[in-house]
């Protein structure tokens, strides 16, 4: 039976190395999109994985998409991967709430959006694979970050609690925090401050994408049915807590 998975934020980037992955495996896979049409496009056409365009931090666009991709696909949603997000990057004392606002919807209430949009399927078959991926930041804190570093840790407290909720019913829910990945947003940081992060990793280089999408790939398996509530970090040694 072919599984359907959902990628959010997965046209560029981790996303991307996601939604390649899963293809790759033999996956249905839908990637959704918010801001940047020509680069899903672009996706899409050397791809040929769907792609959808709807705004995570909205609940009901959420149950509308999701509906639409089981229905496009074939059938219920069987994985979803949590990757898309935002930064707003500012010190605190001048942050606004808008700043705060976006990134906490974004990156960690565009989860419960999601994880509500699919989980009652999920447990109706009694099957379901839910992967969150969080940061290296929502585990120790970074300096002018405290919305996405809020956010990102949120995310690790509702993958716990969603699994206590859902092993029963054959659902598992892990996260995945990566480190410093070489990707496009990462790539726009100032020479000086990439050449920093590069010296506080141990292995003395940023991460890639397909490295985080190997993980995600094994914790959707058959094989993961065991795993769950769990957190995988792949940050080069840049934090072992």
């Avoid at 949590?82 to 990134?103: C, F, Y």
């Avoid at 970074?142 to 054959?170: C, D, H, I, P, V």
Wanted: proline residues 2%.
């Amino acid at each position: 039976m072919e599984r359907i998975a959902l990628v959010t934020g997965g046209t560029r980037g981790i996303g991307a190395a996601i939604a390649r992955r899963l293809a790759r495996d033999g996956y249905k896979v839908a990637a959704i999109y918010h801001g940047n049409g020509a680069a899903a496009e672009a996706f899409r056409q050397e791809t040929g994985i769907r792609v959808y365009r709807w705004d995570v931090s909205d609940f009901d666009a959420c149950g509308a998409g999701a509906a639409a991709v089981a229905r496009d696909l074939g059938g219920d949603i069987d994985i979803l991967v949590n990757n898309a997000g935002i930064t707003r990057d500012v010190m605190l004392h001048k942050m606004s709430p808008t700043q705060w606002n976006e990134v906490i919807a974004s990156d960690l209430t565009s989860c419960f959006n999601m994880c509500r949009a699919v989980i009652a399927a999920m447990r109706d078959k009694g099957y379901g694979r839910i992967v969150n991926i969080s940061s290296v930041n929502g585990q120790r804190g970074q300096l002018g970050q405290t919305n996405y570093a809020a956010a990102k840790a949120g995310m690790l407290g509702l993958t716990k609690a969603l699994a206590l909720e859902s092993a029963a019913r054959g659902i598992t829910v892990n996260a995945v925090a990566p480190g410093y990945i070489a990707t496009d947003m990462v790539a726009a940081m100032p020479d000086e401050v990439l050449q920093k992060i590069r010296a506080q990793i141990p292995v003395a280089r940023l991460g890639r994408p397909d490295e985080v999408a190997r993980i995600v790939q094994f914790l959707v398996s058959e094989e993961a049915g065991f795993i769950t509530g769990s957190t995988f970090s792949a940050n080069g040694g840049q934090y072992m807590g």
